[in-house]
T-cell receptor
Framework: DGGITQSPKYLFRKEGQNVTLSCEQN?????MYWYRQDPGQGLRLIYY???????QKGDIAEGYSVSREKKESFPLTVTSAQKNPTAFYLC????????????FGQGTRLTVV | QKEVEQDPGPLSVPEGAIVSLNCTYS??????FMWYRQYSRKGPELLMY????GNKEDGRFTAQVDKSSKYISLFIRDSQPSDSATYLC??????FGTGTSLTVIP
């Protein structure tokens, strides 16, 4: 089955630790995105990538980093510099940035204690 | 000013009612408008998208864009309990509304 896989579904980390969230797609999509969702705030764009080895900051990139070494994979690292990392993180992909039918993964709920 | 504004609700309607969900946006250059449905603790799924102005219909769902007033709408006819979810409007893949929580009561 084609789709986007995010892992893990739930993640707990201690404050001050970096943590990496996985996002893999087998849809052969060029564009991939990371969002953060908090209660009452909808989705906010963290980073997006239009092609391998290229990515751009979204509205809330501070405290996050990404890489796009392979077309299928777009991991997100939440660093210790992110002041409020507890949130629901969503990854998505689309054929290209102009064709905006995007497919989402099921999300990773990160809790920092 | 936020790029897109959406009334968070919550909205509660009886089964069979017509539901109207709305968003406004700020930039007249925006051209792609989407509606996503999100069930609790799940990723959003695309319901409909429209390019530029006009209406688009798919079964019980109609998406409408009025570029002159920078207003986008989603209408759900004959609403069903399975339509109970949060509905998010979005512009391109970059700007999302806060979502409207809808409950359809049997």
């Amino acid at each position: 089955d084609g789709g986007i896989t995010q892992s893990p579904k739930y993640l707990f980390r201690k404050e001050g630790q970096n943590v990496t969230l996985s996002c893999e797609q087998n849809l052969n999509h060029d564009a991939m995105y990371w969002y953060r969702q908090d209660p009452g705030q909808g989705l906010r764009l963290i980073y997006y990538s239009q092609i391998v080895n290229d990515f751009q900051k979204g509205d809330i990139a501070e405290g996050y980093s990404v890489s796009r070494e392979k077309k299928e994979s777009f991991p997100l690292t939440v660093t210790s510099a992110q002041k409020n990392p507890t949130a629901f993180y969503l990854c998505a992909s689309s054929i290209d940035p102009r064709v905006t039918e995007a497919f989402f993964g099921q999300g990773t709920r990160l809790t920092v204690v | 000013q936020k790029e897109v504004e959406q009334d968070p609700g919550p909205l509660s309607v009886p089964e069979g009612a017509i539901v109207s969900l709305n968003c406004t946006y700020s930039n007249s250059a925006f051209q792609y408008f989407m509606w996503y449905r999100q069930y609790s603790r799940k990723g959003p799924e695309l319901l409909m998208y429209t390019y530029s102005s006009g209406n688009k219909e798919d079964g019980r769902f109609t998406a409408q864009v009025d570029k002159s007033s920078k207003y986008i709408s989603l209408f759900i006819r004959d609403s069903q309990p399975s339509d109970s979810a949060t509905y998010l409007c979005a512009i391109n893949q970059f700007y999302f509304g806060t979502g409207t929580s809808l409950t359809v009561i049997p």
